[in-house]
């Protein structure tokens, strides 16, 4: 068995947002993605996933390293100013890479 090194980015974020932030993951290169609704508490308080317009969505990509860095350069850029959210990369290796 083959396992080929790829990267998972994760992104929580406000609900209200999860379509503009899915469109610049495609726009970045992303074939697809996994998204749910989440809820926890930080530094800007305590979020609940019981109504769309409070509630926060985890949304998952896995894409090759470079497009990770560009999707987390566009988030960055676009988003984090204005909205509560968390990103971030993890390294995890896929069976079958063809699909990313």
Request: proline fraction near 3%.
């Amino acid at each position: 068995m083959t396992l080929h090194p790829m990267r998972l980015v994760t992104v929580i974020c406000e609900a209200v947002i999860e379509e503009r932030i899915v469109e610049v993951l495609r726009e970045c290169g992303a074939q697809g993605h996994t998204a749910f609704d989440v809820r926890g508490s930080g530094r800007q308080g305590q979020r609940s996933a019981d109504l769309v317009e409070s509630g926060n969505v985890q949304i998952e990509v896995i894409v090759k390293p470079a497009t990770a860095e560009a999707m987390l350069a566009r988030l960055h850029s676009e988003f984090f100013q204005d909205y509560a959210m968390v990103a971030y990369e993890s390294e995890v290796r896929v069976m079958r890479p063809d699909k990313f």
